[in-house]
């Protein structure tokens, strides 16, 4: 299996090709159809509905910020770099959003509990074997112990989430925990609400990390409340595309995350209805993004909850990714490689050079055939036509190489005949001194001292 490549298109503004611009199909599927089922047995997930318990759902949620103190680290403080770490996450969900949500802070003092580092550390190593099994010694445990006993402490008034900020200091594998708990209306059962003097709490995040947490892990942590869910643990995840996957490397999301919570319109997404609107019969089918526009999403509906989906997005690096999505897994996603074009791969940021590239599918390959204008044209093969489609990737072949003649054509350079110096005049004079006399040549010519000019 050839390494996952990304591909990012710089695109240029004039592109000369021989291939004609064939209108797009239009698809009959309505866009209805192409939204993907949410999976009933997980928490988050990536499709339709959110569950209405989810953060997603407020204009302007308000988290509630509990720094704790642990018995054996009374030195602790919450320190203004800490808080300033949130203040920046709010105002990178603001942005991931386009304005569209938008997070408040209500900042709570330090409280001081009885837990120390080690019962962290022992809360740690029962993260995942404790999970659904045996509450009490839980992370699940814990954040409803700590808000049962310090809910006379707590003012949870108009509070939407929660985060418990820690303060253990050990190395990070040994107490490093940063888990979102998306609790549900229900009065029992793994997921119940949390019940608070003021109401019930939905929404909760624990993050006992040795240093100061950083923002794109509390963005992480606060977008599962919104309704997100994880997508690292594979080698196939998008990697720096979502912060969802790398939350130390990524910054944005993928278009797709971003139209499931409402924040793309529907105007930038294509459904295709496998079913209807693919002949396996064919060899391919035509499908047409435009670059113009900031996010583009194909979306192909296979079942209740599983999609192809192909994705343009200027914000991520103008990079185009093609993936299939399975909200019953977890990650739900798996990304697609490029096939390299013999002899070698070519890196693909260069213009143009990623025409006739192909992203290999478990059931489809889609071939990048050509770019005409801000149009660019692919072609969904499945895979059993793949030795049908030689003429189709030959064409796309000669697309790129019409291009790239486009920018290897020669630059010619102006030249310049040479400059011809005039020659310097020099004079001469005759200077004399009594009946002494001496030539004297130069530019500037002046008689030695004590003779004169003849004239």
Not at 169 to 190: L, P, Y
Not at 288 to 309: E, H, M, P, S, Y
Request: charged share 20%; proline share 6%; hydrophobic share 40%.
């Amino acid at each position: 299996m050839l390494p996952r490549r990304l591909l990012v298109f710089q695109l240029v503004l004039i592109f000369c090709s021989a291939t004609l611009l064939v209108p797009a199909k239009a698809f009959a599927a309505p866009l209805e159809t192409c939204r993907i089922s949410a999976s009933p047995r997980e928490s988050v997930s990536l499709g339709f509905p959110i569950k209405p318990e989810r953060l997603i759902h407020k204009k302007t949620a308000r988290i509630l910020i509990v720094p704790f103190r642990l018995s054996d680290r009374p030195d602790y403080v919450f320190t203004s770099e800490e808080r300033s770490s949130y203040l920046a996450a709010g105002t990178e969900i603001e942005k991931l959003s386009g304005g569209k949500s938008k997070l408040e802070f209500v900042f709570n003092d330090v409280i001081d509990v009885s837990t120390t580092t080690q019962d962290i550390v022992t809360l740690k190593s029962n993260q995942q074997l404790a999970w659904q099994k045996d509450e009490s010694i839980s992370t699940w445990g814990f954040v409803r112990n700590f808000v049962s006993t310090q809910d006379s402490k707590i003012d949870f008034t108009n509070i939407d989430g929660l985060i418990l900020h820690g303060s253990a200091t050990r190395v990070a594998a040994d107490t490093f925990i940063a888990e979102a708990f998306m609790f549900t209306n229900a009065d029992s059962g793994w997921f119940r609400k949390v019940p608070t003097a003021e109401g019930n709490l939905l929404n909760a995040v624990l993050i006992e990390k040795p240093s100061t947490a950083s923002t794109p892990l509390i963005v992480h942590e606060i977008l599962h409340l919104y309704g997100l869910q994880d997508l690292y643990g594979t080698n196939n995840g998008p990697k720096s595309l979502s912060i969802m996957d790398e939350a130390m490397f990524g910054r944005g999301l993928l278009a797709y995350e971003k139209w499931v919570l409402g924040w793309v319109s529907d105007e930038v997404v294509q459904c295709i209805d496998e079913a209807v609107d693919i002949d396996q019969s064919k060899v391919s089918l035509q499908i047409q993004l435009d670059l113009t526009k900031n996010d583009q999403i194909v979306v192909i509906k296979r079942g209740a909850g599983t999609a192809f989906v192909i994705e343009f997005s200027k914000s991520s690096n103008q990079i185009l990714s093609f993936y299939s999505l399975d909200n019953d897994l977890r990650p739900p996603i798996n990304v697609y490689s490029v096939r390299a074009r013999p002899p070698a791969p070519e890196p693909l940021r260069a213009e143009g050079k990623y025409i006739s590239s192909q992203l290999d599918g478990t059931k489809y390959v889609l071939l990048i055939s050509d770019l005409v204008e801000s149009k660019l044209i692919l072609n969904l093969i499945p895979t059993p036509q793949l030795p049908n489609a030689s003429d189709l990737i030959q064409k796309s072949e000669q697309a790129r190489q019409a291009f790239m003649a486009t920018q290897q054509a020669p630059v010619t350079t102006p030249t310049t005949a040479p400059v011809t110096k005039p020659a310097i005049q020099k004079k001469t004079i005759v200077c004399v001194k009594g009946k002494m006399s001496k030539k004297v040549i130069a530019v500037k010519p002046v008689c030695p001292k004590g003779f004169t000019k003849k004239k």
